[in-house]
């Protein structure tokens, strides 16, 4: 992550070809969606490191613990903020029992924090899971 390349429209590039190396060797099916619509304008490199660690966690866990067949990935953004979402159909969990305490889940609050995002996970025992982060582009 380049800091001379720090705009929104490069965040989405690069969170796009990062998503394509990673599901590559994947045998889910894949659906990503890649858009920034409006004007392209500088971003905080705080701001697109953390969007970026985001889609990389909820990516990673989906790779490594859901053992899904369907693998969606979606980052849109816009001059006010963005919207990560990514869901599968694996295996899920029980998101009440497990409490985030996990470092990857405790991770993304934090970084939605940081950002003034919201996070939402949903996720059930056989049914997958969604992770939603919306928030500003500072």
Do not use: W
């Amino acid at each position: 992550m380049d800091p001379r390349h720090d705009s929104v429209q490069a965040l989405v590039v690069h969170a796009q070809h990062y998503t394509e190396r990673m599901l590559e060797n994947s045998t889910a099916r894949i659906e990503q969606h890649f858009v920034h619509t409006g004007a392209d304008r500088p971003l905080d490199p705080a701001t697109k490191r953390n969007v970026f660690l985001l889609l990389k966690e909820a990516l990673n866990n989906a790779l490594k613990y859901a053992k899904a067949e369907r693998i969606s990935v979606s980052l849109t953004t816009d001059e006010r903020g963005f919207a990560l979402c990514v869901a599968d159909n694996g295996v899920g969990f029980d998101a009440e029992a497990m409490g985030r305490k996990g470092n990857g889940l405790r991770n993304m609050e934090a970084r939605c924090a940081a950002l003034g995002a919201t996070l939402e996970i949903t996720a059930a025992p056989g049914q997958g899971c969604t992770v939603k982060a919306e928030g500003p582009i500072a």
